[in-house]
């Protein structure tokens, strides 16, 4: 690839669109955002998408057709051979909508589809955290729990593109309900759609001295609150934050044997906890964790925040190009 060149990454959300330009080494030219306005459905949203990717190489200077080509991040379940959007919980009307072909057909450049969490994955062995480790996890710890697996430099998609549904791994038999229809996934432990309300219920009935305080200031609670309160000794939100911690480490216990990773990346909304979340999470790994010879995973931050999935798209774009596969 000549020096200068520049490859698009885009992120979809329910919210918002995301586009950073990114250069081969990853680097990070420019971002730029337009809200998604997904009521208006798909066509709508797909015209954005490739008005966006005109605008952010306009406002920079970059001939929208030396462009090496897009990635794009999406929430699935996805059709990732086909570059279809099979179905989207935050995208209503998205239903088998061939989304690479669209953006490709509208821009005029070489695109790739995959899955967001994914892309998040891949940025952040990339440029990130993961610091081309090669073999990483990502969990993402947030409103709920995803995350995407690198092996050998490659993500890995599954056969039908929806791996890294680590939120769903059954961490306790017979356990919380989790929406998805299972019982005691990851999710229903460690994700703040699930420890707010049960917090909240605390408070209501009188428990959690410092839950209850805030929630009667406030009329709710946020998951900032619930590690705030954990932080102060708060023996409800200690023990909600402690039970979500020991079910990330069972969950990266489980990995380790699945995929003997060399770093364990913890991002989401949640993770801006930091050693509050680092420290209990290691803790019950060291516990749990089964030992032959010394290859445990390095348990970490990640560092891209919101950006992971619109970089990690581009890079994987770059990835395949240099490969010959796009
Ligand atoms: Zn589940």
């Known amino acids: 690839m000549p020096p200068g060149s520049r490859i698009l990454g885009l992120d979809l959300g329910g919210t918002n669109i995301k586009a950073v330009l990114v250069d081969e ?16 459905g798909p066509q709508h949203v797909i015209t954005r998408m490739s008005k966006l990717c005109e605008a952010i190489c306009q406002t920079n200077g970059v001939n929208v057709a030396s462009l090496v080509g897009i990635g794009i991040g999406s929430p699935g379940p996805l059709d990732i051979r086909r570059g279809i959007i099979i179905k989207s919980a935050n995208l209503p009307g998205w239903e088998n909508i061939p989304l690479r072909d669209e953006i490709q057909r509208r821009v005029g450049r070489p695109a790739v589809l995959l899955n967001d969490a994914t892309a998040a994955t891949y940025g952040e062995d990339w440029v990130g955290a993961g610091q081309r480790a090669e073999h990483l996890v990502l969990l993402t710890l947030g409103t709920g729990v995803g995350g995407g697996i ?15 549904e680590l939120g769903h791994m059954i961490i306790v038999p017979d356990g919380r309900h989790c929406r998805c229809g299972q019982q005691g996934c990851l999710e229903s ?3 703040s759609s699930y420890l707010v309300p049960l917090a909240e219920e605390a408070a209501r009935s009188g428990r959690g001295e410092i839950l209850a305080t805030l929630f009667r200031q406030n009329g709710r609670l946020e998951m900032e609150d619930i590690t705030r309160a954990a932080g102060a000794g708060d023996r409800v939100a200690l023990a909600l934050w402690d039970e979500a911690c020991r079910a990330i480490a069972i969950a990266i216990v489980n ?5 003997n990773p060399k770093i364990v990346l913890l991002g989401g909304g949640i993770s801006a906890a930091g050693e509050i979340l680092l420290q209990p999470v290691r803790q019950h790994f060291e516990k749990r964790t089964w030992r032959m010879m010394n290859d445990q995973p390095e348990i ?7 950006d992971a999935g619109a970089v990690g798209a581009a890079g994987w774009f770059l990835h395949l190009h240099e490969r010959g596969v796009v």
């Open 300 to 306: 970490r931050l990640a560092s891209l925040g919101n």
């Open 189 to 191: 432990y460690a994700a």
């Open 25 to 40: 080494h990853g680097d990070v030219l420019a971002k730029q955002s337009y809200t998604t306005e997904a009521q208006q």
């Open 255 to 259: 990995l380790q044997h699945a995929f």
């Open 150 to 164: 690198v092996c050998n430099g490659e993500i890995v998609q599954g056969y039908y593109g929806n791996a890294g």
